[in-house]
């Protein structure tokens, strides 16, 4: 879509619609990662200002995976602005920003997870967040990376066990 031009009244009731029922949607994701409501506030501004800009590309996508794909640029708004604010929170473990909690008797592998956690991609962090913090369905996020949900389904496995195999690396490392 060309910047500075008038919306249709078809284009301004899509928007209208993405807003009503992304809003509440993307504020809560922008604050669980950036902790900070004019931030979050921000990033929502920033989120609708580029699907605008992206209109043509959502409305040619099947119905039921637009918000799903909204909410990505939603996310990756909201990233960007984690990362040009430089945002580092080094004592936490964090997928996208995401504080995990461990039960008492795994706080000792905390160390190793988050080290873990780091080396993986910013894909690999993106797909464990849409799974475990967004509660997202594979078959969901494999409509959204367009690959057939056992292909996410595999990916999603490989991506633990990544961690898994990992962290048991570098704590058998810190035994030995």
Known sequence: MEKNRVLSSEEKEFMDGIFQRLEKKVLRMAMRILKSQPDAEEV?????IK?????????????????AYCMVIAKNETMDFYNQQKIVQPYEVDILGEEISFMEEEREYLPEAKECLLQLSKEERMLLHLRFFEQMLIKDMASLWEVKEEAMKKRHQRII???????????????F
Do not use: H, Y
């Not at 929502?44 to 609708?48: A, H, N, Y």
């Not at 699907?51 to 918000?67: F, G, H, T, Y």
């Not at 066990?161 to 690396?169: D, F, L, P, W």
């Open 44 to 48: 929502l501004g920033s989120t609708m």
């Open 161 to 175: 066990q990544k961690v898994r195999n990992c962290i048991e690396e570098k704590v058998n490392e810190r035994i």
């Open 51 to 67: 699907i605008a800009e992206n209109m043509d590309k959502i409305l040619s996508r099947p119905e039921n995976q637009r918000d």
